[in-house]
């Protein structure tokens, strides 16, 4: 049984997520503050969490922040009333999974909790900590990357773009699909943001590693 970590300092719309996932059979709790959604995240074994941004504390987006530093992987869904592009964006640099708006409806947030939840290490055995094609190594764990003897660090979008590229060495992955996988809903039509990202993991990967595959999008070399 999959356990959700809600934390809202709504009470009428954390009652509502609550009743109705538990009415779909998972094991919720609520953090109302900041500083309670920190220390539940990083100490109770949760499946996923659903994060507003406006907690009492301090803001969401440092909570988010906190816990991928501690190295908690599992899938965060921000749901908020913050609808502005930057918002978004900023969120999923943070390290979210998934960016739901205020007001919604329960049975999109449902989907798309169950989305999260069927790609989540936890759900798919034990998951390879260690990613390595070439001259490059991905530690999942500590989130840093080895190019040859140098580490480097690099920014949640792009640890997670890297990874799901070192996930399928020699696979072609289209524009679509590497925005489903990595930013996790749709840009405007025409959205640049892909390449812009691959351009820089070329820039600190190698400019070799990740080839461009005409009409389709990019690959991985193996």
Same mark, same amino acid.
């Given at each position: 049984?999959?356990?959700?970590?809600?934390?809202?300092?709504?009470?009428?719309?954390?009652?509502?997520?609550?009743?109705?996932?538990?009415?779909?059979?998972?094991?919720?709790?609520?953090?109302?503050?900041?500083?309670?959604?920190?220390?539940?995240?990083?100490?109770?074994?949760?499946?996923?969490?659903?994060?507003?941004?406006?907690?009492?504390?301090?803001?969401?987006?440092?909570?988010?922040?906190?816990?991928r530093g501690q190295?908690?992987?599992?899938?965060?869904?921000?749901?908020?009333?913050?609808?502005?592009?930057?918002?978004?964006?900023?969120?999923?640099?943070?390290?979210?999974?998934? $960016? #739901?708006? &205020?007001?919604?409806?329960? +049975?999109?947030?449902?989907?798309?909790?169950?989305?999260?939840? =069927?790609?989540?290490?936890?759900?798919?055995?034990?998951?390879?900590?260690?990613?390595?094609?070439?001259?490059?190594?991905?530690?999942?764990?500590?989130?840093?990357?080895?190019?040859?003897?140098?580490?480097?660090?690099?920014?949640?979008?792009?640890?997670?773009?890297?990874?799901?590229?070192?996930?399928?060495?020699?696979?072609?992955?289209?524009?679509?699909q590497l925005l489903?996988?990595?930013?996790?809903?749709?840009?405007?039509?025409?959205?640049?943001?892909?390449?812009?990202?691959?351009? $820089? #993991?070329? &820039?600190?990967?190698?400019? +070799?590693?990740?080839?461009?595959?005409?009409?389709?999008?990019? =690959?991985?070399?193996?």
């Amino acid at each position: 049984m999959n356990r959700i970590l809600i934390a809202e300092d709504e009470p009428r719309i954390a009652a509502f997520i609550e009743k109705g996932l538990r009415s779909h059979g998972f094991t919720t709790i609520v953090a109302a503050d900041a500083y309670s959604a920190t220390n539940m995240a990083l100490s109770s074994g949760f499946d996923l969490m659903i994060l507003d941004l406006g907690l009492p504390g301090k803001d969401g987006l440092d909570v988010l922040a906190e816990i991928r530093g501690q190295g908690e992987n599992f899938p965060v869904i921000i749901l908020t009333a913050r609808n502005d592009i930057q918002d978004k964006i900023a969120g999923f640099e943070a390290g979210a999974d998934d $960016y #739901l708006t &205020k007001p919604f409806r329960f +049975e999109e947030l449902l989907v798309r909790i169950k989305a999260r939840l =069927r790609h989540s290490p936890s759900n798919q055995g034990v998951e390879e900590m260690v990613l390595k094609v070439g001259n490059v190594v991905l530690d999942l764990h500590s989130r840093k990357v080895k190019v040859g003897e140098n580490t480097i660090e690099l920014p949640a979008r792009e640890f997670t773009l890297a990874e799901t590229f070192f996930r399928h060495p020699g696979k072609a992955l289209s524009r679509e699909q590497l925005l489903d996988k990595v930013w996790g809903y749709d840009y405007e039509p025409g959205s640049n943001i892909v390449d812009v990202y691959v351009g $820089y #993991l070329r &820039k600190k990967l190698g400019s +070799e590693l990740i080839e461009t595959v005409r009409g389709i999008g990019y =690959r991985l070399k193996n």
